[in-house]
């Protein structure tokens, strides 16, 4: 703003605030107010913009005006801080791996990929559990019994879902997946809302057999809707078993295997 008379607080007055945003100072008093008065993106954009709001604070914004909030593209989280790969890594041969609340795999430590290949999921952009397992044949497949697990997935997904309705990245990622999976597709339309939780589940390997593994969701500070998933053996025989995959893997790959792209 100009220099002007001289202010006795701090910050915009509301006339500042609406003539910045480009909208009428009546229109800016009724968002205020919490009038119904059906705020579109572009205005809430402006507005965030002109408060200086950062991400949670625009977030909040698009709440509080009942609008359907989508990140900004370069905000989307790609990869976890070094210090949450550092504690997965130490984890190993417990599996671990940091998902979003729409099952991208933002990193994963080697136990977890000596179980899960994400690459069959990199022509959507992000590597994707849901994408992974819904795509691989019964065979490739390594969650056993996935006429139980996968449903509980996708219910799981849609428990998010509720909080991003009509986000083009959320739509486009449903109606993709449910074009590449008639099975994904006919679970979605049934509606079934399941919040995470811990789960025991049972995953085969080709070299030791099959596994039983206690799923355990931990929440990360700073990274909304993302959560370390960790999977610890459920019987001794399981965990002698995780063990032998992590001696197998340090024989074929001992120099050359590293952390680098984690969920590639």
């Avoid at 800016?28 to 408060?51: C, F, H, K, M």
């Avoid at 999976?181 to 919040?195: D, H, K, N």
């Avoid at 959560?227 to 001992?254: C, Q």
Wanted: aromatic share 8%.
């Amino acid at each position: 703003m100009p220099p002007g008379l001289r202010r006795r607080t701090p910050g915009l007055r509301r006339e500042e605030v609406a003539q910045l945003s480009g909208v009428g100072v009546t229109w800016y008093t009724w968002l205020e107010q919490g009038r119904p008065i059906n705020a579109s993106p572009q205005v809430l954009d402006a507005v965030a913009r002109t408060l200086r709001l950062d991400a949670p604070e625009r977030e909040h914004l698009y709440r509080l005006a009942e609008v359907p909030f989508e990140a900004e593209p370069g905000a989307l989280p790609r990869r976890v801080a070094p210090e949450v790969q550092g504690i997965i890594d130490t984890l190993d041969p417990l599996l671990a791996v940091v998902y979003n609340s729409r099952y991208d795999i933002l990193a994963a430590n080697s136990a977890y990929r000596d179980l899960f290949a994400a690459r069959k999921a990199r022509r959507i952009g992000v590597p994707n559990a849901l994408w992974t397992l819904f795509t691989a044949t019964a065979e490739d497949c390594p969650v056993v019994d996935r006429e139980r697990e996968l449903p509980v997935m996708v219910a799981t997904l849609r428990s998010a879902y509720g909080r991003h309705v009509g986000e083009s990245a959320w739509e486009e990622y449903i109606r993709a997946l449910s074009a590449a999976s008639p099975w994904f597709a006919r679970l979605w339309a049934g509606g079934e809302v399941i919040p995470p939780g811990p789960r025991v589940k049972t995953f085969r390997h080709a070299a030791v057999g099959d596994m039983r593994m206690t799923s355990q969701s931990l929440s990360i500070d700073g990274m909304a809707e993302c959560r370390m998933v960790v999977y610890t053996p459920e019987d001794e025989e399981s965990r002698e078993k995780i063990t032998l995959l992590r001696e197998r893997r340090e024989r074929l790959w001992p120099p050359a295997y590293t952390t680098e792209n984690p969920a590639l």
